[in-house]
Nanobody
């Protein structure tokens, strides 16, 4: 059973920054075997993949809407992933979820099947 806990959400004005963090508990201490990702969801909308990172942290991918503004990273020793969010816009307002999958293709957002409880990000204009 994979358990994920997010932190770091909050309220910020347009142009501001936030850093989200996620701590993972995985069986047999095999955190590096998992692709990790960040998703977001607003009420009435489908959950959207925002960023992903491979197990070793070498490759990352981003949704077009956040490229150049968001950066995903991971620390396999600490079993954590982060999402640095800069130049935030009101349309970034959403509940943000940390997610994991043991699938091979980390950038295939449909394969993520472990989820945290979410952390709210609100960007005001």
């Amino acid at each position: 059973q994979v358990r994920l806990v997010e932190s770091g959400g909050g309220s910020v004005q347009t142009g501001g920054s936030l850093r989200l963090s996620c701590v993972a508990a995985v069986p047999e201490d095999r955190f590096a075997d998992y692709c990790m990702g960040w998703f977001r969801q607003t009420p009435g909308q489908a959950r959207e993949g925002v960023a992903s990172i491979t197990g070793a942290g070498v490759y990352t991918s981003y949704a077009d809407s956040v490229k150049g503004r968001f950066t995903i990273s991971r620390d396999n020793d600490k079993h954590t992933i982060d999402l640095q969010m800069n130049s935030l816009k009101p349309e970034d307002t959403a509940m943000y979820y940390c997610a994991a999958t043991s699938a091979i293709r980390c950038r295939d957002f449909s394969r993520y099947n472990y989820w945290g409880q979410g952390t709210q990000v609100t960007v005001s204009s």
